[in-house]
């Protein structure tokens, strides 16, 4: 079994700054691409960012310059920093990886997802 728990939502006021992480855990054998989703009320869950286990990475065009999705191989973590925060970015974000586990085979996983709020 593989769990994604994410961490790093919260508060802040427009203009702010943000970090979220997610650690994946359990039977792996390894982790390839990795992302961030959000899901605002009322819409549709859509692509934050990506990144693949080699570091290439992409972007929804309104986060570009904004964010920035890193990972650290060695944890089989996945980092979001959220700079120049707006009020549209509230959502909740969701963390996305495809794992090969024990079964030896790519499996689709889900965080659980963490609240982001900007106030204006």
């Known amino acids: 079994q593989v769990q994604l728990v994410e961490s790093g939502g919260g508060l802040v006021q427009a203009g702010g700054s943000l970090r979220l992480s997610c650690a994946a855990s359990?039977?792996?054998?390894?982790?390839?691409?990795m992302g961030w989703y959000r899901q605002a009320p009322g819409k549709r869950r859509e692509l934050v960012a990506g990144i693949t286990s080699g570091g290439s990475t992409n972007y929804a065009d309104s986060m570009k310059g904004r964010f920035t999705i890193s990972r650290d191989n060695a944890k089989n973590t996945v980092y979001l920093q959220m700079n120049s925060l707006k009020p549209e970015d509230t959502a909740v974000y969701y963390c996305?990886?495809?794992?090969?586990?024990?079964?030896?085979?790519?499996?689709?996983?889900w965080g659980q997802g963490t609240q982001v709020t900007v106030s204006s």
């Open positions: 996305n990886a495809a794992v090969v586990g024990s079964s030896w085979r790519q499996n689709d996983y």
């Open positions: 359990g039977s792996i054998f390894s982790v390839n691409a």
